[in-house]
């Protein structure tokens, strides 16, 4: 079975989690596009949600497949969110931000009663960091961030797209940089976080309740 194949079957499963009357946090990338075009399905058939998404992407992915959108203030707390991550670990810590989205999916995360992600089985890590790790920063401070991160041998680089750096949806720069080393995930978060103008980072350490991962055809349940 291919990648695909396992982001798609980890989605379509995560969609039964939805019911009807929920606000639903709309993660982003491409397994997070799977569980959309699949609750666009469902809405089609009756299906009654709206969706809080975390990314431009997203936004209008989720508007195309016919998905009502509302803002994170109208909708306060999210009954779920759905998103996928990089990598995850036994303990459920993730590394997210591959496609840049980490800020507001941190957000989301924060903001939800319930947080279920989904993923392909490459996905799945005894130890989190061979994935860099995102640190998301603003412009003006991130060029000083990287010599800082450069102290702290974490091997910084920063994120290009198309021979221009990259920007968020929030306009910030992406610093992707080297954990595989550290221990103590917690400690190197906070320490991250610290610096003026890191504005979050991509370790979600405890915000996941439940992990749908797709391995060969079937769906494996992680739960807390
Ligand atoms: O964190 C993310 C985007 O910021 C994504 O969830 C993560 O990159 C996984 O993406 P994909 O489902 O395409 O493998």
New binding site residues.
């Given amino acids: 079975m291919s990648v695909e194949n396992e982001?798609w079957i980890a989605a379509i499963a995560s969609a039964d989690y939805v019911k009807n009357g929920m606000l639903v946090g709309l993660?982003?990338?491409?397994?997070?596009a799977f569980m959309i075009a699949e609750l666009g399905k469902r809405v089609a058939g009756g299906l009654i949600m709206k969706g809080i998404p975390s990314s431009d992407a997203t936004a209008k992915l989720a508007k195309q497949v016919g998905i009502s959108l509302i803002s994170l203030d109208d909708a306060g707390t999210m009954d779920i969110n759905i998103?996928?991550?990089?990598e995850f670990d036994p303990k459920f810590q993730l590394i997210?931000?591959?496609?840049?989205?980490?800020l507001r999916?941190k957000i989301l995360a924060h903001n939800s009663r319930f947080n279920i992600i989904i993923a392909d089985s490459g996905k799945k890590v005894n130890r989190l960091g061979k994935f860099k790790l995102p640190v998301e920063t603003i412009p003006f401070a991130t060029e000083i961030i990287i010599s800082e991160l450069h102290n702290m041998d974490l091997n910084p680089q920063l994120r290009m797209k198309n021979n221009e750096v990259y920007k968020t949806d929030e306009n910030n720069c992406i610093i992707d940089v080297d954990i595989f080393e550290k221990d103590d995930l917690q400690e190197l978060n906070n320490l991250l976080i610290q610096i003026p103008g890191v504005v979050e980072t991509g370790l979600f350490l405890t915000s996941t309740d439940i992990v749908l991962m797709g391995q060969g055809n079937k769906v494996v349940t992680f739960k807390k």
């Fill in positions: 982001k993660g982003s990338g491409s397994t997070a998103d996928g991550a990089d997210k931000g591959g496609g840049g989205a980490l999916e």
